[in-house]
């Protein structure tokens, strides 16, 4: 641990609440139909979609049509995706002729249980990666399969947010908004804009957009290195801000083309967290009470610096078991090296690292720019956790806010009939079915993490199994020891979060993880998203319960205190089985001086 | 508890039961053991899973039992099954003595019914001796005095005063003729003098009496919304726990493989910590709760038709209260006299108790009673020979002739005239005052008399009851708005409801008003609490949330509320609201308390299960014993005092339950703090030293040998 690293961290924590506000402001102008800047621009634009596609976004929608037409999106784009992946062999663009009869030696067959995982993964806006982009999938597939759901899957986990904050600031009301409407406005206003500018400064600070072939350099020792080249720089900006995570290259924020500068890193960090920070005003603003959307901020900011605390400690203490060999880990006051330097960019030093590991678990993004597996046993459980939650803390794109929401009326049931009334949050009184719908959210993340991780753990397949080549699904895990069992753990708490990052060291190519944790994406957004959309669609009939003083505050430190420690019991206490034999063993282990 | 020195309800002679005594345990005992029943268990989830764990657990210990496994791992596995069984006998234990004082006041009821007879007319006068459970609506009975009322009904002929003591616990007789508003009759009650014909008016089953013994038996008793929706929440808790404990099987058994060393789970500590982690505290004392909220209300003599309304109570955003009986004591009294200039107040002082000495009305007696503060020693009426005015219609004016002295006392504009007219003056101030008073809400009486002209005003005024300030502040404070009613007119209302210290007011109020008022105020999303007894009030009590009829009141009223108070005390409506507010708080923080105990529970079975997990050389316990931090003896000993303190915590809250937790009025804000403090940080503590201490004692008796 160092100052400098602290004081970068606090920097972080503070530009970032500089930024909820305007951004939350101009959101809530965006979703409420107002005027903005942008409009002369846009506007022609936006009324030309709508008269294309024939879409009437004055048309209100009821909470099930509004899932339904969410869902069918959702569909069609998966199906697309997958015809893409399973036709590239005979569609253009296909250069290195990927999945045909000319493919190069090393590439990877495109299997219809892969291509069903890589379909679900990016509907999900996950971006769970089985395979190796540069040698499974043809520049088409990369383009107009995938990076067309970088865009549409953060919109569409906006457009959910949106209806459930509906659902608690209108009264009386039936339809939760027009889910096309939220749709082409969010991506309109919101994501294009900010992409324009974003990417042009991360091509200013040096990441490659660019069509030219792989250079070919020579290094000192005279061997040759290929440098991949490619339209990086607009990718990067929607894999940030989507909160996406699939990175151009596989060392994705790592990579100095991806990655270049301290200051492209601090920025990269800040757009991960941009839009859900700015979601909890537009809920206050929405629900005309913005210190609720401060109090929801605050909670996400507690957890959050408790996570990136234990994190970085965790990392500058390192491992025991190289200062046993005499070795210097002690952490230089500005170098922020040492400590635990295994997976990490030097660049960044592990101030920088243990941040946006923290971060990028926090939100469900999974861009790295270090190596998670090669965390410190308690280092790698802040990222898991995180997952765990809920995607709760920031979160997904929309999705972060109304699984905190979901939290928010969970504590407000439990400890709402404290104050002896009947439970309400923000004017709304919390009954049978909004509960039911905040178990089943909670019950659908827990279900997938705990059952397919225990699958994972014991299935006893033959050898030479067609549904898992290594035979037992145990097999898969390349390291031994608790290690191993954190790897399955994390890769379906990864899926079911719709994260995307990996403790890589688990061989998931196979029919039976391509198959399991396809599944655990779909369940973790959707089984969780349609709960929400149905809690939205119960609470808009609600009557507005005016505040008074007997009512159960849900402003205050309190009930952030309160709110944190039902996410904790309920969201950590469900897997603190699991973590206990996978990074907490690991742990203890370690400070044996074994390592696995 | 509710704070009894405020509480304004008179105490009722009807024999209170308490809770604890012999013949309820003993039933609540058998009862424990007849709620095992698995159809009689399903309505509570959390319960089912524990009752379920214990079954598995009993077969697996017979069949150990039949397999020659050691005896100390027969004594853990005989330990736990038989603490998994108390834990449920507890929940039931629970439920069933909280229904114990319903049920032997309902026996007693249902006794006094079942050996009543009647008369049955058969045709005029021709009568036949049938037991009461018999009769069919439209039948006519004759009773005479010391018979008991068989069954509801209408008088359609004789007068008769009547005990109504077995409902109402009023013992003072009550006067019921036919034809009227006192023409109804409550079967069950007593005839003291002279005879009735009643027609019945229900049929057999739906009488008051048998609403009664359905109520406070909970036979009638349905789940409240939030007790369902708390419910699915517990149920929902419990599933993920399932799941949770389900997968750690597996997850051993990866261990197991990796580490080398330990056994995967078995089933007697993984249904173990099945049963510690799901919320039995609050899952095993629910429904008593309920029912003690019930029992509560019913113990303050008001029947709440339906627990939801009693739910309601604790949610009341806005309390309408009848001005007259609620917050005044119903008669003006005077407090004031305000002499005329030149006249000394115990001039006026005399006057007006000379003219008020016949005046027998409450206002007359107070008059009285005030002027002998001045040293005026109340007279005998034959000691002044004099001649007494009494108040006419066509005066408008009371007083007293004396020789040819005429004093007069009325309202101002009739004794300004009768001092014109004896060519007197009408004082300036004294019309200000007269103005003042009215203004004030108080009601001016001018006295005057022939030869001095104008004496000067009493100040009239209706009496606040006292210590309602308080209250209503206390209301305030929970967030409660008072709203007061009366027929006034605004400037009188205005001054009273002040002076009560009343949030609004409703004055020249009309039945439609009072709808309106209601409306708005759940137009806006507030719940309303009202009172009322008469036909008019119906449609109001209908629509408030909450409805308290007065049984005093008519039968449209009565059935038009969901609650009845049997004393007819409409100040009893806060005590209904507080009641409310500490069933729902009682509920919120039991469960808070259960949630966070999980905590503890954690901290000591994962040690215990995973403690030999990962073995390295020469160690007796793996690396995952180091998270038994409260140094527990030994994971048998540590399981077991989870499941015991588990079971224990659910005896030791029952009179809690009951009770209610302890409740003061206070703001949200404050309520939350205090109850989160005592509840939700208690509830993470206690069981860290109560586990302890029973490991403690378990590792003392050796009921944990050999590991």
Known sequence: MTLVGWIQIALYCLVLLLLTKPMGVYMTRVMEGEKTLLEPMLKPLERLIYKLSGVKPEEEMHWSTYAYALLAFSLVGALFTYAILRLQGVLPLNPMGFSTAAAPSYATAMTPDLAFNTAMSFTTNTNWQSYSGENTLSYLSQMLGLAYHNWVSAAVGMAACLALIRGFARRSAKTVGNFWQDLVRSLLYIFFPIMFAYSLFLVSQGVVQNFSPYTVASTIEGEKQIIPQGPVGSQEAIKMLGINGGGFFNANSAHPFENPTPFSNFVEMLSIFILPAGLTYVFGKMVKDTRQGWALLSTMYVLFIIGIIICYCSESFGNPNISAQNVETSTKILGDLGGNMEGKEVRFGLANSALFATITSAASCGAVNCMHDSLTPLGGLVPLLNIQLGEIVFGGVGSGLYGMLIFAILTVFIAGLMVGRTPEYVGKKIEQKDVKMAMLFVLAGSFSILVFTALGGVCELPAKCPLNSPGATYNNVNNAGPHGFSEILYCFSSCTGNNGSAFAGLTCNTPFYNLTSGLAMLIGRFLMMIPALALAGSLVQKKYVPPSRGTFPTHTWLFVGLLISVILIVGALTFFPALTLGPIVEHFIMHTLKVF | ?707
Not at chain 2, 73 to 80: A, H, K, P, R
Not at chain 2, 291 to 317: C, F, P, T, Y
Not at chain 2, 579 to 603: E, H, P, W
Not at chain 2, 632 to 658: E, G, K, R
Request: with cysteine; hydrophobic share 45%; charged share 20%.
């Open chain 2, 1 to 707: 508890m509710i704070n009894d020195d405020l509480s304004l309800v008179p105490k009722t002679q009807r024999k209170k039961i308490s809770l604890f005594q012999k013949s309820i345990i003993m039933r609540a005992l058998k009862d424990s053991i007849v709620k095992l029943n698995p159809t009689l268990m399903a309505k509570n989830p959390v319960m089912m899973v524990v009752e379920a764990g214990s079954l598995i657990t009993t077969v697996l210990f017979f069949r150990d039992l039949t397999i020659g496994t050691p005896a100390n791992v027969l004594l853990f596995e005989g330990q736990i099954t038989l603490w998994l069984w108390f834990t449920v006998l507890f929940a039931n234990f629970a439920e069933a003595i909280a229904e114990g004082r319903g049920k032997a006041q309902a026996e007693t009821l249902r006794k006094s019914r079942q050996e009543t007879t009647a008369q049955r007319e058969i045709c005029k006068d021709k009568y036949e001796t049938v037991s009461a459970t018999t009769l069919q609506k439209g039948d006519i009975v004759f009773v005479k005095a010391g018979e008991l009322i068989p069954c509801d009904g209408e008088i359609i002929e004789g007068v008769a005063t009547v005990n109504e003591s077995a409902i109402t616990g009023e013992s003072a007789p009550v006067i019921r003729e036919s034809g009227g508003d006192r023409s109804a009759v409550t079967g069950g009650t007593t005839v003291l003098s002279d005879w009735l014909r009643i027609k019945m008016t229900v049929q057999p089953g739906e009488t008051f009496i048998d609403h009664m013994i359905a109520l406070v038996e909970g036979a009638q008793r349905q789940k409240t919304p939030n007790e369902i929706a708390l419910n699915i929440l517990l149920a929902g808790l419990t599933i993920i726990f399932l799941l949770v404990v389900v997968a750690l099987l597996p997850f051993s058994i990866f261990a197991v493989r990796a580490g080398g060393s330990g056994q995967p789970s078995d089933m007697f500590s993984l249904i173990a910590l099945l049963v510690c982690l799901i919320p039995t505290t609050i899952g095993g004392l629910l429904s008593a709760i309920g029912i003690a909220g019930m029992d509560r209300v019913l113990q303050h003599n008001v029947l709440a038709m339906s627990g939801k309304a009693i739910e309601a109570a604790g949610d009341v955003d806005t309390l309408l209260l009848d001005k007259t009986g609620t917050i005044t004591l119903g008669n003006r009294q005077a407090v004031q006299f305000i002499p005329a200039a030149g006249i000394s107040e115990k001039i006026l002082a005399d006057a007006a108790q000379l003219s008020s000495l016949a005046d027998e009305t409450p206002e007359g007696r107070s008059i009285v009673s005030l002027a002998k503060q001045f040293g005026l020693r109340e007279r005998e009426l034959s000691s002044v020979k004099a001649k007494f005015i009494s108040f006419s219609a066509h005066t408008k004016m009371s007083g007293v002739d004396l020789n040819k002295k005429q004093i007069r006392k009325g309202s101002a504009d009739v004794i300004y005239n009768f001092v014109r007219e004896q060519a007197k003056n009408v004082p300036i101030e004294i019309e200000k005052e007269v103005e003042q008073i009215a203004q004030a809400g108080g009601t001016p009486l001018v006295v005057a008399d022939n030869v001095r002209g104008l004496l000067g005003v009493i100040y009239l005024k209706d009496v606040v009851k006292g210590g309602l300030k308080e209250r209503f502040a206390h209301l305030r404070e929970m967030g409660i708005r008072t709203v007061m009613i009366t027929g006034d007119n605004p400037l009188t209302a205005a001054a009273i409801a002040s002076e009560a210290g009343l949030d609004d007011y409703l004055a020249e109020a009309t039945p439609e008003k009072k709808m309106q008022l209601i409306r708005k105020e759940q137009e806006g999303g507030r719940l309303v609490a009202m009172t009322g007894d008469g036909t008019n009030d119906a449609p109001a009590l209908a629509a408030a949330d909450v409805g308290l009829a007065m049984n005093t009141g008519t039968q449209t009223a009565k059935e038009a509320g969901n609650m009845i108070d049997l004393d007819s005390n409409p100040t009893k409506l806060i005590e209904v609201v507080q009641i409310g507010k500490q069933l729902l708080m009682t509920r919120g923080s039991l469960t808070t308390f259960s949630i966070a105990n999980d905590v503890a529970k954690y901290f000591t079975i994962l040690p215990a299960m995973f403690g030999g997990l990962y073995l390295t050389h020469n160690t007796n316990h793996g690396p995952l014993w180091s998270l038994n931090i409260m140094g527990l003896h030994s994971p048998n000993s540590a399981i077991l005092a989870a499941v015991i303190f588990n079971a224990l915590i659910i005896i030791a809250l029952i009179p809690l339950a009951l009770r209610g937790i302890s409740y003061s009025p206070m703001n949200a804000q404050s309520l939350l703090q205090r109850n989160l403090f005592i509840y939700g940080i208690g509830g993470l503590i206690i069981p860290f030293f109560g586990i302890q201490l029973i490991d403690k004692i378990i590792v003392m008796f050796g009921l944990a040998p050999f590991s």
